[in-house]
């Protein structure tokens, strides 16, 4: 019987060891589940804060290509003014160069 009531008390003690450590992983359990809780919580914010600037970044695009825009009119401007100030100049010597020679038929 005696025996038996040590075979019996290393049971209990043995079932108090296991009861110990089925605590301390479910402590530890608890604990990763929490640090997953705070990092989906980060990830969230995270994808948000990513949504946001997204939306921010398709204006800033709207608004450079619209600078785009008028850069390229007002750069437009000197060539077309370049341009005018050619063919004024040419049509001045061409219609020197047939005044000159009207003159120089007439005065012959």
Known sequence: MEAES???MQEIVDLREAVAMLRTDVKMAFKRIDEQHEMVETV???ALSLRDMA?????????????RRDMDAMQAR????????VKSALSGVAGALVGAGM??????
């Open 6 to 8: 040590e075979r019996f």
């Open 78 to 85: 000197p060539a077309e003014h370049w341009q005018t100030l």
């Open 44 to 46: 969230h914010n995270l």
């Open 55 to 67: 939306g921010e970044i398709k204006a800033m695009r709207k608004d450079v290509d619209s600078l």
């Open 103 to 108: 003159l120089l038929i007439l005065n012959r």
